[in-house]
């Protein structure tokens, strides 16, 4: 899996945007404290407290506030993201990207409510930029220059392979972009669905799932 797409995808439909800090290239170092920053600003200028409490009850309870978000959010975000490239970039398997992730991180500064809701700009994804071959052994998706490592688990290692497309099997219920993986024996990639299609998740969806439909969320849309 890929560490910021992965985290990006969160931040940015869950909670990226508005907040302060971001001006410039941020360095691998700060990002945690700089993304948490960013993350819970826009969380409590979008959400209700009722849709912070069900999208981020599982974080020790929901947040009281912004203080209380970045302190939560901030160690979790180092954790995931800064050490674990470090990691990476120590042992010649990707590269980071400081002003990659300025821009990221200013472009969701300014994001309204409403884009808060869509996937985050491309920008973001070219934060990092893998190293590894096809072929050769990975640990997250990040490492490869395919952007896609199969078979990769927490105790196990992975191959760098091309991303599965429309039509092929997905072993790691991974597609790429504008696709989903759906379920079966075995499991197929297929085109995302347009809004009044149905649907049983938001991977399915080009926009998300709602109330078994795809359409437009309207949650932390600000409203």
């Given at each position: 899996?890929?560490?910021?797409?992965?985290?990006?995808?969160?931040?940015?439909?869950?909670?990226?945007?508005?907040?302060?800090?971001?001006?410039?290239?941020?360095?691998?170092d700060q990002v945690g404290s700089k993304f948490a920053t960013v993350t819970c600003a826009k969380i409590?200028?979008?959400?209700?407290?009722?849709?912070?409490?069900?999208?981020?009850?599982?974080?020790?309870?929901?947040?009281?506030?912004?203080?209380?978000?970045?302190?939560?959010?901030?160690?979790?975000?180092t954790q995931e993201l800064q050490d674990e490239t470090q990691a990476a970039i120590d042992a010649g398997k990707l590269t980071?990207?400081?002003?990659?992730?300025?821009?990221?991180?200013?472009?969701?500064?300014?994001?309204?409510?409403?884009?808060?809701?869509?996937?985050?700009?491309?920008?973001?994804?070219?934060i990092t930029t893998g190293l590894v071959a096809a072929d050769a052994e990975c640990s997250d998706d990040e490492e490869c220059a395919s952007g896609y490592c199969e078979g990769d688990g927490d105790q196990s290692a992975g191959l760098c392979k091309t991303m599965?497309?429309?039509?092929?099997?997905?072993?790691?219920?991974?597609?790429?972009?504008?696709?989903?993986?759906?379920?079966g024996s075995p499991s197929i990639c297929a085109a995302q669905k347009a809004d009044g299609q149905p649907c049983g998740s938001d991977e399915e969806c080009i926009?998300?799932?709602?109330?078994?439909?795809?359409?437009?969320?309207?949650?932390?849309?600000?409203?």
């Open positions: 899996m890929k560490r910021f797409s992965l985290l990006l995808a969160t931040f940015f439909t869950l909670g990226c945007g508005g907040g302060s800090g971001s001006d410039g290239p941020v360095p691998l409590f200028e979008c959400c209700t407290p009722a849709e912070i409490m069900e999208e981020y009850g599982f974080f020790g309870g929901g947040f009281t506030d912004e203080q209380d978000c970045v302190a939560k959010f901030a160690p979790f975000i980071y990207n400081a002003d990659k992730a300025g821009e990221c991180l200013s472009l969701a500064e300014s994001a309204s409510c409403a884009e808060y809701n869509s996937d985050g700009p491309n920008v973001c994804d070219q599965p497309g429309v039509g092929d099997t997905c072993p790691d219920f991974e597609c790429s972009n504008g696709n989903y993986c759906e379920f926009n998300s799932c709602e109330n078994d439909m795809c359409g437009v969320s309207t949650s932390c849309d600000g409203l």
